[in-house]
């Protein structure tokens, strides 16, 4: 009776530790990598910088910050009170992200974007694998989702680790897609920023020449919003 008791009470402990996430972590299993990224995004969206116009930041794990410090990552350079929705390995594609639909248009609509005075988007490295259908297919829900918000679309930049010719075609789709609606578009293109050792992601002086290349162009727009009319 005895050995029956102690042989149930092993067999709960490990359904128990299988059960639970928070033993497996401590048993050095791997976290799950989209969850580690949701987390990443919620750090990086908690981050608020700057005072003004508010601008909302949509992007992928450039945004994020990724290999970085959040105080690190571009969007900090931007004027105005920069808040981010950014979420590694996302793009304007449904099929960009292995973690489900993520894709832009979807955060966009999810968001309460009431008050908002400019929208960035910025990617496209993580659709140079998608099809030009898909690019243009997410980027009209996107449209949909933002309305009639004022919104800037920052291109791609040549990232060694990818083949150029696959971003130069994202870059171009997307700068066609923005003239045909009007919307200003900046392209990454000849941006000579600095990586990380991985040759994807800038380093904290790659991020800095990034971001005061939009800071540029969002500060125009802004200027452009607030002057008055003839």
Not at 73 to 99: E, I, Q
Not at 129 to 142: I, T, V
Not at 157 to 177: G, I, K, M
Not at 202 to 210: E, I, K, T, Y
Request: proline letters at 9%; glycine letters at 10%.
């Amino acid at each position: 009776m005895t050995r029956h008791r102690l042989l149930l009470g092993l067999l709960a402990l490990v359904l128990a530790t299988v059960a639970s996430p928070t033993l497996l972590a401590r048993a050095g299993a791997r976290p799950d990598p989209c969850a580690t990224k949701g987390e990443r995004a919620g750090e990086r969206g908690a981050l608020v910088t700057g005072s003004g116009a508010r601008v909302l930041v949509i992007g992928d794990s450039y945004s994020v910050g990724a290999g970085v410090r959040p105080d690190q990552s571009w969007p900090v350079r931007l004027p105005g009170r920069v808040r981010v929705d950014g979420f590694s390995g996302s793009g304007f594609s449904v099929g960009a992200s292995p973690c489900g639909d993520v894709s832009y248009a979807t955060r966009a609509a999810h968001r309460r974007l009431a008050g908002v005075d400019l929208v960035v988007i910025e990617g496209g490295l993580n659709d140079a694998d998608q099809s030009p259908a898909d690019l243009s297919a997410g980027y009209a829900r996107l449209v949909e989702a933002l309305g009639d918000r004022p919104v800037l679309v920052v291109g791609p930049p040549p990232a060694p680790l990818l083949p150029y010719d696959a971003v130069a075609a994202v870059d171009a789709r997307l700068a066609a897609l923005a003239a045909s609606r009007g919307t200003p578009y900046l392209s990454m293109l000849d941006a000579e920023l600095t990586y990380q050792p991985d040759r994807l992601h800038p380093d904290p002086a790659g991020h800095r020449v990034f971001g005061d290349r939009v800071a540029e162009r969002v500060e125009t727009l802004l200027t452009q919003r607030t002057r008055p009319r003839p």
